[in-house]
């Protein structure tokens, strides 16, 4: 049988798992429901607090589609929709699914060859289920850590939380910028990830401002995906101007 990311039996197996946490999304919900009437919290609030949060979960919905989009090029529909609903991060999956099909023999696919395909599945699961585990066993330590540490000093806590994200997101501004030395060999297509993340972000620092100074709170959630859209539609051009044309920069 020829191999396809796209099989049926994926879709099935896959529909299956996102069925099962659907289910329990509406069974907590329910649970939900029926405490807040124990409480004694009226129908209308409990009714306005769905439709409200349910009415702003559009904005990463889209952002999560979009990833989707991105993923199914190689890994076709199934796998980057079950990564995406259940548990992953686009900056990570992309990341991982690069990594894996450049390590692997040149000309190999994901997409049509059946060894590289889950090659990049296992990589992609076994990397994101290390947070899995590491997070229960130490993320109370951690805590326990930092508020002890804010009891003393709170300026040097701010300082450490803040120094753990920065050095989270380095790990990815790390790779943005990887390629940046090909462009002193005539080859510019490294610095179409620059481009696009410089871009991205100039749209995400407009939209605040925008949001902050005309008080515009529902602009601040969709940034994200507006950020993105903007960043994949301006990779296009840019492409076109530095990888397919080699020494060329406009």
Known sequence: MEFSANHPILFVMVGIIIAVVLAQSVYFLLRAMK????????????????TSSAIFTIAPAVAILLGVIVLSRDLGLAVPWLRLSVIGSLSYETIAAKNTTNALAEGISALTDAPAFVAVIWVMTISI????????????????????????????????SNAMFL????????YVFCDVSLAFKGDFSGLIP?????????????????A??????????????ISLIYGMAIA????????????LII
Request: with cysteine; glycine share 10%.
């Open 35 to 50: 405490r807040a009437k124990e409480l004694g919290i009226t129908k209308k609030t409990v009714t306005s607090t769905i």
């Open 129 to 160: 289920a290390v947070g899995l585990i590491f997070v229960p066993l130490l993320t109370k330590k951690i805590q326990g850590g930092i508020i002890k540490m804010g009891t003393k000093d709170k300026k040097w806590t701010d300082v450490f």
């Open 167 to 174: 050095g989270m997101i380095s790990a990815f501004v790390g």
């Open 194 to 210: 620059v481009i696009v993340m410089f871009a991205s972000a100039l749209v995400m620092i407009c939209l605040g401002l925008i």
């Open 212 to 225: 902050t100074t005309y008080k515009i709170r529902w602009l601040t959630d969709y940034a994200l995906p």
């Open 236 to 247: 296009i051009p840019v492409t076109r101007l530095l990888a397919l044309r080699k020494g």
